[in-house]
């Protein structure tokens, strides 16, 4: 008995050592996400970097200091295939110094107060210099959070192949609240994870049936991650709210979470129920109350008692997400109170703390107007200005719902006094779940270059929010995170790269997605040059790609039911503004949603010239085209073809695309982890299959209006 178990435990030894030491046998789950730091396989570069980096000096002994010298270990020791060491003082050249004037006695004596003088809490400088007669580089910042972000600035350096000899590098962010907001439902029963609305990357991350008591070591993971790409708060749960995250119960859960990403710079919000005063009492037993009422005095109570409660578990909580009043929420206008009443009873309650409250805009009350893109700008313009100071008004980018393309809200730029939060969305609810290889920074990139002109020429949705434009107090960002429990975090490898853009531009606004896609790559998959460059552009014209499959020429709101596949012979639904039909008006004349001053007049709300730009047929860019104009088949388009030839041809570029794309890939076998690779051919061969169900069904249903037949340029593609 006593021998076999041994035995096994040789056996056990063995493989697990042959599995940890054959590095190329060992394939990548994907785990690891973009900090592979696998050796530098150039050996020039590899040389160069060992000569300027021998040892790392870390005076500071904060938590995030810890995590510092942690992550140096690790990403130095791989990337450079030596050991580095860590020492207290500067004895030889090539010391990596790191360090606040506070917690560095090296760094203060460099006096940096001119280079750190703008930088602020989260800001860096990196740069070669000499200390104590020696060449060193140095990372320098106000606060020790600011050390970190550096100190992935740098890693980053290295695994992407830059050279660290002439570095002057000053860095910080241009939005100050940088937020992945998670939908994650409670719990049900005994499984420990709860779904994620809109998630398809498995369930949640967090366990809180084994919080506080146990903590999963992928909490911290999680939190390294995000603190590498600069994403400084998580919003735990779900907008369509349970009232169950503010019981004290899970209040101490959370602030277990919380203590796990302090030393990553990342502070944690909750989703907020409007109704939770009427659904539980404060841990000094007020309540329930029989309303909800933000005017009402023992409401106001009840919430300035559960904030001083959340405080004492969570001394630095970020604040409260709202969705209120939408989609079947509860909220203020229950009680005949706006929006703006709503969130400052919330922004009183949380202000003594330093609490922000993000108010959501994705509101789409029927009564409003026949026209859903026009309800949001309807019902908070006249609130501009009502708001308290610490209150964001939350919107999503486009008017509708996420859709693959829609022109930028008309919010933006339209509230002055009311700082508005942009919210994206990383995971794809409309592009294709975590099936679909679409690298959304191109999407990203496509509204922040909007140009409102709220101020004339030149005043982008970037500027809007990063509070450029208006002055804002406060500025921020959010995106609906695509993560999930999946050992490779977003079901499917190249979504990681959506997570990773977010983080990127959310920090700076002015990386392309052609930077960014370079680096993602270099840091995931591959050092060579003409892969790097393969997958890149695969990965640029991707977003494209998928609006032409499925939404071309400013098609919206034409999928089933599960936002997956094709809907567009749907024409009831359980509210006509969830309906297809609705959106794409196909009829014997045309196709499209007359949105211009002969229609809904939705145009109205953008600033001039863009107004009367996207109010005439002639001048509306043509990707935009069926959002605002009701398009005759027969009408010319600017390539000369018809409408609906024209619609047919985009369906096939797109499709085309995803055959390409798969095609291209294979061709990249030799060159990628053969985990990784199985992986993204099985995705790649599904994306085919639908996206020709998107082009086929939508062609076709649209064919018995236009009763025009598919051009055969197309068909012999
Ligand atoms: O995109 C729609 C989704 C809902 C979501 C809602 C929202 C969380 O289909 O699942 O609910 O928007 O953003 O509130």
Redesign the pocket.
Known sequence: MKHTYMFRTAILVFFVTLIAGTGNLYADDGYDLWFKYSKIDDAQKLADYQAAISSVVVQGDSQTCQVIKDELKKGLSGLLSKDVSFDNAIDKAGTLVIGTPENSDIVKRLDLADSLKDQGNEGFIIKNTQVDGENCILIAANKDIGLLYGTFDFLRLIQTGEVINNLDITSKPRIQYRLLDH?DNAPRGNNAQGTI??GYAGRSLWKWNELPDTVDTRYADYARANASIGINGSVLN???ANAIFFSTEYLKKVAKLADVFRPYGIKVYLSVRYSLPTQMATENGIGPLRTADPLDPTVQEWWKDKAQEIYKYIPDFGGFLV?AN??GQPGPQDYNRTHAEGANLLADAIAPYGGIVMW?A?VYDERVDPDRAKRAYMEFVPLDGKFKDNVFAQA?NGPI??QPREPVQPLFGALKQTPVMLELQVTK?YLGWSTHLVYLAPMWKEYLEFDTYAKGKGSTMAKVIDGTLDNYKITGIAGVANTGSDRNWCGHIFLQSNWYSYGRLAWDHELTSDEIADEWIKMTLTHDSETVKTIKSMMLGSWEACINYQEPLGLHHIMDNS?YGPGPQISRAARIDWTPAYYHRADANGLGFDRSSTGSNFTSQYFSPLKEEFDDIETCPEKYLLWFHHVPWDYKMKSGRTLWDELCVKYYQGTDYVEQMAKTWQTLKDEIDPEIFEHVTAKLNQQIIDSARWRDTCIQYFQRYSDMPIPDSVKSN
Request: net charge neutral.
């Open positions: 939908w609305e809109r779900n907008v369509n969705k939408s989609e959501r994705f999503k719902d996420f609810e936002h």
